[in-house]
């Protein structure tokens, strides 16, 4: 507060961490330590949520064939050892939810977003540092509630006892999972948690947003013009906001939901369903479609809230590791800004196949395909950025050469998406499956490792060994185009998702031998990440203690302070920004790169 | 310079708009960052009063997508008035909510005139107005206690119609944003009472005049939605 | 990077050896011949090569630029070899759907393989040499705007072009005298009206909903019209005549998928969707949910027989017992067209 004298120390004001162990490490207001606390949930929650992925193919590949370990870990939901089908939608549940909120939407913008927002404005923190706590501790409580929705079924006394939880997919369609256990095994308790840590994180993510964007208007420090931003930071920015105004929208959703489910009412549950020999007479006029037009005006943008920080900085290490500007700096704003505002006007392809109106799905659809036109620019400019570069092969950049390609792979294919009558036959098939992977799962995830290998000696003040890490890049990235490109093969021969087992259907017979591949890629790729694993934990503990300030030679501020950063990142003092962000090569320099602190050459220089 | 940037941002009994080379000028809710900043202080010590009303509209923003979304859900489930299903039952409005109403409008004037008395360091004033619109907020929240306490003595509860489960849905958020706003203004009032109202004091009743222009004016969107929107 | 590295070079050397393994296990348990064993000995030897160029050469963008390239071609042959496709096309939409599909595919893999190659060269091309300093640009308007223009223009007019099947589907009516049948979709199975010889559906109501005596769709017994009315779990319909599907459900969102006839629709609580299309070629073929809708959701399929006319029409005019009986026979009759390609293939192995 500003009633207290601020100590002075030789005309420099310093601020010391708070000195209790539970008020600086725990409950602390500091951003970086709150960066680093959503760092390991995102961290736990993509082990967890491979492990899912690791059982769903199992089931996938061999299905029916019976598993011992499995009976040991499931004696009630594999009681024979083979993944029943209820447990198999269960974990498709849980898969989705988890990396969707927990890992796309937690690590990219509560985890870097807050260690790095600040310190690239040259900020001493958040602007509510208050508030900074809370968002996280809400964000963990929401995670806490999930993991207890996949044990719903042992809390619930009338449910069989078992690990199972809701098995509606991370979409939750209503009225499946609005009018409760009777329409399935995990639709009573297990939507009311699912529903609710939803929620939580619901208003977790608001208070964030509004932490970001006001940070990044009113705190950028003295010469941090607009235009002097890192991409990065625009990237943030833009999630931010379309978080603030996306999320209410779910939380409204929710809570019609929960209401629907706990209290009777009738928002999305229409009259006299005829369920287990039942006719439900006390609901009545809800409008299914509703919940969908709800979810989905959050969903869309939600995948935007996933990939644009990756997106920022994607353009932020290749400009580094190659040397050189990003090319066209402000198109790549406008491009971020294009994406993000189209973003709120699509939502409806995903429901061309829902019974909407038929009229409104030719809108929606070419305003869809006109979201390619800012990812293409945002494609031409990265290469751009390559062109002429002189690039310096570390393990980040690999993982954002990487983001590239994958973003290529599968932004493209939504070109078969977005158009109402290609979409006919592909919806709800493994290629959207293979689609969503691609774009919102693994480049947003590759995204997440680049930064991870990129900032982890400034978080951490140890160095991460860079053999492993380039292991691990092989690895993952032929890994995941083996898993997920056959996806969508998997789709053009009509493949529906959601289903446990194809064996049933005669028009898939010839699908096995692929998804056997399938399967042992994912193992493969699924081991590649226990090396990652051990590379964080091995720095961690045994790395080489991170001595320089800025070990990749980069120009942005968090490359001025010590590794990691004192509590206030900049000793009290202000820095002073002269120069763009990406000023590499610059001719006559005296490096090949000029920190954005450093002065601007006298004119005439 | 220094001491005197010091001792200003020290502040606290001496009452409001005390001039001095602080944050903006004397005006502490003028915009724009401060240009220079004496030597041994930084930014942390700046009280920023465009951080809070950023934030606010920041979180104004969010609370009206919440609200926005609501309606959209309620405008689907009504539908037109060729489609109107047959359980959407108009309940009848309960008088009270006309007193609400007028209570929460009058309470929107009183946090005016105390945001336009902190201005002119009219303290008494501050006091005054400030204590009655906190009043006036508990009043309304009273007030729509009452309301639901007669719909349910009729019979009318959330699950009745939808109508009904979006009067409860609708009033019981929007109240409970306004209890957090009662909140605020508890805080700002017992230290206006108590004569600490600093700067930072000063942003918050700022702020908080804000949010209760806007819950005010959500009401009143609310009221009509519900009661006249056919 | 001219330097030795032993941890780069035992970390290589691992990788190698056990690619090798990998390829040999894959050669003996799989025995490829012709075109396989040919296609499997080049990834083998591309993947000898990133991992040479990367850890012994020291040059990764040597390897990443391959395996870019190699991954856009790999791509490529996947979806153009059609080893994995759609079933025949049944539907009278079904070529301009399919054509429709071929032309965004001429322009996927146009951009997809443009954009990873240009990718790929680039990582090649401009690796770091020693001190010599990157080219300093910070962008190009001209290309920038051209580029622009280029991609909306493309994608814009592939998105027009496919409106054209989705306003025949779903813009205009089913045409006149289209065969009417109902679909009354459940937790998990599918239930097909049939409206009988007076060719008017009888009234229907959820009250009147009884499983266990076969009412699925919940026929009023008090109303007369519904007296000659048949409720199957298997679809018939004529071949050459519009069928106009109106699509229900009891419980929860189903979605009716037939990928013969290349079509799909929600089927809604609450909402009678109204659907259309012409199926073109007689036979039987396999209609599944698409939408989940529980816990047996991958197990809610059924068939839908493409009579010819005639057939049709004798079976239509059936009563309800007749008609069930019929349509078992019909079933046993007609073959999917995958089980037809296998018998055809035992037959010419035995001949």
Known sequence: ?605 | ?230 | MGKRNTARDVTGGILSLGLAGLYIWFLSSFRPSGIYFLMAGAVFLICQYIVFSVFALGKPGHGLGVLLIFLAVATAVLFVGKWWWWPEGISSFAPELDAQFTRTLVVVAVAFIGAQVALGYVVMRYGSRGKERAVYSHGNTKLEVTWTLITAVIFIGTAILGQRVWAQLHLNEAPEGAEKIEVVAQQFQWNFHYSGADKTFGRTEARFINDSSLNYVGLDPADAQGNDDTQVSTLAIPVDRPVELTLKSKDVIHSFFAPALRFKQDAVPGLNIKVHFTAQKVGKYEVTCAELCGQLHYNMKTFMLVLPQNQYEELAAMKEEAFKERLGELLKEYKLPEEQKRANEEQTQTN
């Open chain 2, 1 to 230: 310079m220094g001491t005197t940037a010091t001792t200003d941002l020290k502040v606290t009994n001496s009452g409001l708009g005390s001039s001095g080379p602080g944050p903006g000028g004397s005006d502490p809710f003028g915009s724009g960052r401060p240009k220079d900043w004496p030597p041994g202080i930084t930014r942390d010590d700046r009280i920023e009063p465009k951080k809070y009303r950023i934030g606010m509209w920041a979180a104004l923003a969010s609370i009206l997508m919440l609200f926005v979304a609501l309606t959209s859900a309620y405008i689907v489930r009504q539908g037109t008035p060729a489609t109107r299903p047959a359980d959407w039952i108009t309940i009848e409005l309960p008088p009270v909510l006309w007193l609400n109403t007028a209570l929460l409008i009058v309470s929107s004037l009183t946090i005016e005139l105390s945001r336009r008395a902190l201005k002119r360091s009219d303290y008494a004033a501050v006091k005054r107005w400030l204590s009655l619109t906190t009043l006036l907020g508990i009043g309304f929240l009273a007030g729509q206690i009452v309301a639901w306490r007669q719909l349910a003595a009729q019979g009318i509860y959330v699950s009745t119609n939808p109508h009904s489960s979006f009067f409860y849905l609708l009033t019981s958020l929007h109240g409970l944003h306004v209890l957090g706003g009662v909140l605020a203004l508890t805080y700002v009032t017992v230290a206006a009472l108590r004569l600490r109202i600093g700067l930072r004091r000063a942003v918050a009743v700022d702020v908080t005049a804000m949010y209760w222009h806007f819950m005010d004016g959500l009401w009143v969107y609310l009221f009509l939605l519900l009661f006249f929107w056919k």
């Open chain 1, 1 to 605: 507060m500003a009633e207290t004298v601020p100590e002075i120390h030789g005309g420099v004001h310093r601020h010391e961490p708070p000195k209790r162990w539970i008020r600086r490490y725990v409950f602390s207001t500091d951003h970086k330590v709150i960066g680093i606390q959503y760092w390991f949930l995102a961290l736990f929650s993509v082990f967890v949520g491979m492990a899912l992925s690791l059982l769903m193919r199992l089931q996938l590949g061999w299905p029916g064939e019976q598993f011992g370990f499995l009976k040991t870990l499931f004696p009630n939901a594999a009681a024979n050892g083979t993944i029943s089908p209820e447990f198999y939608l269960s974990l498709v549940t849980m898969h989705g939810t988890i990396m969707v909120f927990f890992v796309l939407t937690t690590a990219p913008q509560g985890g870097f977003g807050n260690y790095f927002l600040p310190i690239q404005i040259g900020a001493a923190d958040m602007a509510f540092p208050v508030l900074n706590m809370l968002s996280f501790w809400v964000t963990f409580l929401a995670l806490a509630v999930m993991i207890l929705a996949f044990f719903a079924n042992m809390i619930d006394p009338d449910a069989a006892i078992g690990v199972l939880g809701p098995i509606g997919g991370w979409t939750g369609y209503a009225p499946l999972s609005a009018i409760g256990e009777s329409a399935g095994p995990g639709q009573g308790t297990g939507v009311v948690l699912w529903v609710t840590s939803i929620a939580l994180f619901c208003i977790a993510s608001l208070l964030g947003a509004l932490n970001f964007i006001t940070t990044m208007l009113n705190l950028r420090t003295k010469g941090m013009s607009l235009a002097r931003l890192p991409l990065t930071c625009w990237a943030w920015f833009t999630t931010a906001v379309l978080a603030l105004l996306s999320f209410p929208v779910l939380l409204a959703a929710g809570i019609l939901l929960l209401l629907d489910h706990l209290a009777g009412t009738s928002f999305f549950i229409p009259a006299n369903l005829y369920i287990k020999d039942n006719v439900l007479t006390e609901h009545a006029g809800g409008s299914p479609i509703l919940w969908q037009h709800l979810f989905w005006y959050f969903g869309h943008p939600e995948v935007y809230i996933a990939i644009l920080p990756g997106m920022g900085l994607t353009s932020h290490i290749l400009s580094t590791f190659a040397r050189k500007p990003v090319f066209g700096y402000r198109v790549m704003i406008y491009a971020i800004f294009a994406i993000g505002l189209l973003g709120f006007f699509v939502w409806g392809h995903h429901m061309f196949q829902s019974g909407m109106d038929p009229r409104t799905a030719v809108a929606f659809s070419l305003i869809t395909l006109s979201i390619g036109v800012p990812s293409a620019i945002k494609t031409f400019n990265w290469i751009g950025t390559l062109w002429g570069a002189r690039i310096r092969f570390t393990t980040p950049m690999l993982f954002a050469v990487g983001f590239v390609s994958l973003f290529v792979s599968g932004g493209i294919t939504g070109l078969f998406l977005g158009q109402t009558s290609v979409d006919i036959p592909l919806h709800d098939t493994y290629f959207v499956v293979g689609h969503f992977h691609l774009i919102m799962g693994v480049a947003a995830i590759f995204g997440i490792f680049a930064g991870t290998y990129f900032w982890f000696s400034k978080m951490f003040g140890k160095r991460i060994n860079e053999t492993m890490g380039k292991v691990h890049f092989w690895l993952t990235f032929i890994g995941v185009n083996a898993i997920f490109i056959p996806f969508h093969v998997m789709g053009m021969q009509g493949a529906p998702r959601r289903y446990s087992t194809h064996g049933n259907l005669e028009y898939l017979g010839g699908m096995a031998p692929l998804t056997k591949f399938i399967s042992y890629a994912a193992f493969v790729t699924i081991g590649a990440q226990l090396i990652f694993l051990v590379n964080l934990i091995w720095s961690m503990t045994r790395g080489p203690k991170e001595t320089e300030e800025n070990p990749w030679e980069a120009t942005t501020l968090e490359w001025t302070v010590p590794s990691p950063p004192p509590h206030d990142n900049f000793a009290g003092h202000e820095p002073v920004v002269h120069r763009g962000p990406y000023e590499f090569s610059v001719p006559n320099a005296a490096n090949d790169f000029c920190k954005q602190t450093d002065p601007e050459p006298a004119a005439g220089d």
